[in-house]
């Protein structure tokens, strides 16, 4: 079974940082990609980036790249996401997600397993 938590969301000013965890309590963490995803007040879940099981295979959304990294240690059984230059803009509900498909996806709906969410707020 996959379970996944998320932490590290918070306020921040405009230009700061934050880094997401995503933790998952299950086994054979090194056999899912893992993507991000964040959900602002009135839109759609939108995709942010998702990295592979070995982190040979990485992919961004236009929005965040650049700025947003990725990463994950399978030992861990954990996902990170960095972000820096931090805009009003990247206010959102932030969503960790696994599959079993092998490569990355940008579609919500190939993903089966999700986490409850963290907010992160930048304010101008």
């Known amino acids: 079974q996959v379970q996944l938590v998320e932490s590290g969301g918070g306020l921040v000013q405009a230009g700061g940082s934050l880094r997401l965890s995503c933790a998952n309590s299950?086994?054979?963490?090194?056999?899912?990609?893992m993507g991000w995803f964040r959900q602002a007040p009135g839109k759609e879940r939108e995709f942010v980036a998702a990295i592979t099981w070995s982190g040979a295979n990485i992919d961004y959304s236009d929005s965040v790249k650049g700025r947003f990294t990725i990463s994950r240690d399978n030992a861990k059984n954990t996902v990170y996401l960095q972000m820096v230059s931090l805009k009003p803009e990247d206010t959102a509900v932030y969503y960790c997600a696994a599959t079993r498909i092998p490569t990355v996806e940008d579609r919500a709906s190939q993903y089966p397993y999700w986490g409850q969410g963290t907010q992160v707020t930048v304010s101008s």
């Open positions: 299950g086994h054979t963490f090194s056999i899912y990609t």
